[in-house]
């Protein structure tokens, strides 16, 4: 049994799979169905008692707490897989790079973490020099 505490959580490799009302679904043989070479993150809203790891299921992260992005910083994220970000209103594709913070980062299977940023303060008789890595048209 695995326990998440507030403000944590766990990666589950080869998720079982989970019919409509929330059972883990099952095959014709009795053995439990599993999303193979995939993902899922666990956290406490979901999961709020301890559960058990199905067969097959591996528990990749012991509970690990959540990041929290300071102020004058930020985490640059980049998109691994197609997915829509309700955070931003925004269908992100695979390649996407964005940047979130500050605030607490809830992590997504289909988001890595590239880099973490910190603010530049430009005095006077200073500048910054910006290179595009990408093509990109400025809004």
């Known amino acids: 049994m695995i326990t998440v505490p507030p403000r944590h959580y766990c990666v589950v490799r080869n998720p079982?799979?989970?019919?409509?009302?929330?059972?883990?679904?099952?095959d014709a043989y009795g053995q439990f169905r599993l999303r193979?070479?995939?993902?899922?993150?666990?956290?406490v809203d979901r999961y709020p008692d301890p559960f058990p790891l199905y067969?097959?299921?591996?528990?990749?992260?012991?509970?690990t707490e959540l990041s929290i992005v300071k102020q004058n910083t930020c985490?640059?994220?980049?998109?691994?897989?197609?997915f829509f970000d309700e955070?931003?209103?925004?269908?992100?594709?695979a390649?996407?790079?964005?940047?979130f913070g500050p605030g607490t980062l809830i992590p997504r299977v289909e988001v890595e973490e590239v880099e973490l940023i910190r603010a530049?303060?430009?005095?006077?008789?200073q500048a910054l020099r910006l290179v595009a890595?990408?093509?990109?048209?400025?809004w």
């Open 36 to 43: 193979h070479g995939d993902s899922e993150i666990r956290m």
């Open 133 to 138: 890595l990408k093509k990109c048209t400025d």
């Open 120 to 125: 530049h303060v430009v005095t006077h008789n």
């Open 95 to 99: 390649g996407d790079e964005w940047h």
């Open 87 to 93: 955070q931003a209103s925004v269908q992100r594709e």
């Open 55 to 63: 067969p097959g299921e591996i528990c990749a992260s012991a509970p």
């Open 16 to 26: 079982v799979v989970v019919d409509d009302e929330g059972r883990p679904a099952q």
């Open 75 to 82: 985490v640059k994220l980049r998109a691994l897989r197609p």
